[in-house]
């Protein structure tokens, strides 16, 4: 079949994190789609129509919604005869290597050309510059496009309903097609398509995060700064973003900026600057190491016997503590004496990374002399006395 004449599709996820998820929830509203993951756990659980991550709205599409979607473990049911597979793997950065690992992406295209001689492959996993064009040029095809996704945890669906822009990196007849089903799957319809090169849109991915990186890192120097001069960082705040040309959002301080985005995206595109000259990149990466060490410092001053972490997610709404700055200020409080204690009921036994976690949260509040929290809860209100937190504004 022409697939000008198709209204639905076969569509192929691999991965089933934030981004897999959400996606393959979408399109199978109107398309047939398979997730591929090597987790007999997730598949089970997508089978069973539940989600593999925190996301109300995943929730509630899996359960209240006819939506066509299977997931298994077997990459010759996934590849066989679909239209499109879409590949949103994990590629975390490597220190050593100064790079991201783009080993899972580059398995599945490889295994996607072996198996599949007509889809088009849509990488939507964050990957360095210049890499979706070194794939095409090494297997000498034009069925590979980047396509950047720009979704925050616990709200994956929500931005994939609702996208700001949406951007292929392919110009061809297939990188337009399957932007309009991602347009036509959502229900902003004003949205704005964006075509341009694989390397260009790479950019996008990489610039815009490490742009929200570095308003949350100036807002954290803000508060550092009030801290340190005994000043409210509430009125200087309010005063700064009243300015139309600043405006409000991402302007609540936080222990520093993490997740599975922001810390490594913003190391690539600093190595990506190897020949380039640039401070500013550099800066925002280095800030955050700062804001930790001074959190860690004012922790410090108040010379507790025993600090309790409540949580080590980032934010309400996500069951993610990859990254996440209060593990860096953890870090840091372990090379003192202070005995340290957990509160975190995403993890379900009594010790993570050598450290007691209490699952009893009274408890928890008793044996802490300080409570720290990166985003404050009403669960702590009863001991706010105790609490430390940078959490100004009471959102995420």
């Keep these: ?39 007999k756990e997730r598949v089970e659980k997508i089978n069973n129509k539940k989600s593999t991550i925190v996301d109300s709205e995943i929730d509630f599409f899996l359960k209240k919604n006819k939506l066509s979607i299977t997931a298994t473990l077997n990459p010759s049911v996934a590849y066989k005869d679909c239209d499109y ?21 580059d398995s599945v295209v490889k295994s996607v050309l072996e ?106 120097e803000l508060d550092s700064f009030a801290m340190i001069n005994d000043l409210d960082t509430r009125p200087i705040i309010n005063g700064v973003c009243l300015d139309e040309r600043i405006g409000d959002g991402y302007n609540n301080p936080s222990f520093g900026y993490g997740g599975y985005c922001f810390p490594k995206d913003t190391k690539q595109l600093l190595s990506t600057y190897n020949k380039v000259p640039q401070s500013l990149i550099g800066a925002v990466v280095s800030s955050n190491e700062i804001r930790m060490d001074l959190i860690s410092e004012q922790l410090l ?28 200020v953890i870090k840091r409080i372990k090379l003192t004496k202070i005995k340290i204690i957990l509160f975190e009921p995403e993890i379900d036994h009594d010790e993570f990374d050598g450290l007691e976690i209490f699952s009893n949260l009274e408890e928890f509040k008793n044996k802490s002399d300080v409570i720290v929290a990166n985003r404050l809860n009403k669960q702590l209100e009863d001991v706010d006395n105790k609490i430390f937190s940078r959490d100004l504004f009471g959102v995420n």
């Design 1 to 39: 079949m022409n697939q000008h004449s198709k209204n639905r599709y076969k569509i192929t996820v691999v991965g089933s994190g934030y981004v897999g998820m959400s996606l393959a929830v979408l399109f199978s509203q109107n398309h047939d789609v398979t997730i591929l993951d090597i987790d």
């Design 85 to 105: 597979v879409v590949v949103a793997t994990p590629t975390d950065f490597d220190l050593k290597t100064n790079y991201f690992d783009t080993g899972s992406v």
């Design 115 to 220: 198996l599949n001689k007509n889809c088009t492959i849509i990488i939507k996993s964050t990957i360095p510059i210049g890499h979706t064009k070194r794939l095409q040029q090494k297997y000498s095809t034009n069925r590979i496009i980047f396509s950047p996704e720009f979704l925050r945890e616990g709200k994956a669906l929500h931005d994939n309903l609702y996208p700001s822009r949406i951007i292929l990196g392919g110009k061809c007849e297939s990188a337009k097609i399957f932007a309009n089903l991602l347009k036509k799957s959502s229900k902003n319809k004003d949205v704005k398509l964006l075509f341009m090169t694989s390397n260009e849109a790479e950019s996008v991915k990489l610039f815009a995060n490490t742009y929200l990186a570095m308003r949350v890192a100036f807002f954290n």
């Design 301 to 328: 001053r108040l010379q507790p016997k025993v600090i309790g972490f409540y949580r080590l997610i980032m934010k309400e709404g996500s069951d993610n503590f990859k990254s996440s700055s209060i593990k860096g």
